[in-house]
């Protein structure tokens, strides 16, 4: 007889961790089915931000915004270990895109919808320009700083899963999803692990499988609900060189697209680009032409430091397909139900920011598809081990 759970998740990114421990302080039995390993695939190719997503403003995501800011608070709180607040700050050299006043604009929002000291900010004065890390002061009109976090994006998967498992989830790694038929009581689950076929059956299921979301929907029947989706390649670097003062967030000299700038183990990230990607989500790599960016944006910012590039790793975002071009499109997480009173619900899009806020809210959407359980914690205050 197949082992019987109330929720079933595919896929051990941060989303697919967030559910299993949501699912699990709710007292429900949980079982998620990873195929390779923990945090594979976007969830350890990130920029390492928890942040409010600044940029966003610009094309007027304000409860992005708003919840992104809120959850920064909110993790900050529950994963100090794991997750820092750190300053940031916001070169304005002559001919950018983004005026001084703009950027100026921008901070006084960005802290009227943030929650504790994050939302402050400064303009730093011209004397402290050369104390920034040997920033570029050529053509430099002014300097802000601002205050958002960084974590290590792996650790922090790692760590929402070992309080998964703290709960009472199963979290099976190693187990590729082969699919699942809907019946009267849920799905039945089949899947591959160690060279032999399991199933089991689920209530409800999670598709949190990122930029296999829409190949997973197509190993389920009846065939579920889709949206049009894109892949969005994000490309990042590792180069030599030590960032004292923080991180930065800079406009690229071709095409003023914001990048960052940040301090990561001893070397300094730059990062990400944005770019269509049609192919297999395994074989994502950076481009030639991705680092060459990247590589201008360092250089055009801190022309003392190497461009030479000891790693490089490139991950892949879902946005819902849209009109406007990748950079304006809405970044909201799509949760996608099979009917009104869902048995299967998969996630589309997603910030690492708010994977907590996301795994609450599919809880949430089954909440008339499971029986009642006594929730052992609150997420929000549930402290998150430390690496």
Request: overall charge positive; charged content about 25%; cysteine-free.
């Given at each position: 007889?197949?082992?019987?759970?109330?929720?079933?998740?595919?896929g051990g990114g941060i989303h697919g961790v967030g559910v299993a421990q949501a699912a699990a302080v709710r007292g429900y039995r949980t079982l998620l089915l990873e195929q390779e390993v923990l945090?594979?695939?976007?969830?350890?190719?990130?920029?390492?931000?928890?942040?409010?997503?600044?940029r966003y403003l610009e094309s007027g995501q304000l409860r992005l915004v708003r919840e992104s800011l809120r959850?920064?608070?909110?993790?900050?709180?529950?994963?100090?270990?794991?997750?820092?607040?750190?300053a940031f700050h916001l070169p304005v050299?002559?001919?950018?895109?983004?005026?001084?006043?703009?950027?100026?604009?921008?901070?006084?929002?960005?802290?009227?919808?943030?929650?504790?000291?994050g939302g402050r900010f400064a303009a730093l004065p011209r004397r402290a320009w050369g104390d920034l890390d040997g920033l570029q002061?050529?053509?430099?009109r002014a300097v802000f700083r601002y205050y958002d976090a960084q974590t290590d994006d792996v650790a922090l998967t790692h760590a929402v899963a070992r309080s998964a498992r703290d709960f009472g989830a199963d979290l099976q790694v190693g187990a590729r999803f082969i699919g699942a038929e809907r019946n009267a009581h849920g799905y039945e689950v089949r899947y591959v692990q160690g060279g032999i076929v399991g199933s089991c059956m689920a209530q409800v299921l999670v598709n949190a499988t990122g930029p296999w979301a829409g190949p997973t929907l197509a190993r389920i029947l009846p065939g579920p609900p889709r949206i049009d989706h894109d892949l969005v390649a994000g490309t990042h670097i590792i180069t030599e060189g030590t960032l004292r003062s923080g991180g930065y967030y800079a406009e690229s000299p071709s095409d003023q697209r914001p990048v960052f700038i940040l301090p990561w183990r001893?070397?300094?990230l730059t990062g990400t680009t944005?770019?269509?990607?049609?192919?297999?989500?395994?074989?994502?790599?950076?481009?030639?032409?991705?680092?060459?960016?990247?590589?201008e944006v360092l250089a055009a910012c801190f022309p003392q430091f190497s461009t030479t590039v000891v790693d490089a790793f490139a991950g892949l975002?879902?946005?819902?397909?849209?009109?406007?071009d990748l950079s304006a499109r809405r970044r909201d997480t799509v949760l996608l139900a099979d009917a009104p009173v869902p048995r299967l619900i998969s996630i589309f899009g997603g910030k690492l920011t708010t994977y907590r806020l996301t795994a609450e809210r599919v809880m949430d959407r089954f909440r008339a598809s499971l029986p009642e359980r006594v929730a052992q914690a609150n997420t929000s205050r549930l402290i998150l081990p430390g690496p």
């Open positions: 007889m197949s082992a019987a759970f109330d929720v079933v998740i595919i945090a594979a695939g976007t969830s350890g190719r990130s920029t390492k931000l928890i942040h409010g997503g600044l959850e920064r608070e909110t993790l900050l709180g529950i994963a100090p270990d794991l997750v820092e607040r750190k050299y002559a001919g950018a895109r983004r005026t001084a006043r703009r950027i100026r604009a921008g901070l006084q929002f960005y802290r009227l919808l943030s929650s504790g000291p002061t050529a053509g430099l001893g070397r300094v944005e770019r269509r990607y049609v192919g297999d989500p395994g074989q994502i790599a950076p481009t030639a032409g991705e680092i060459a960016y990247l590589q975002r879902v946005l819902p397909r849209g009109a406007s």
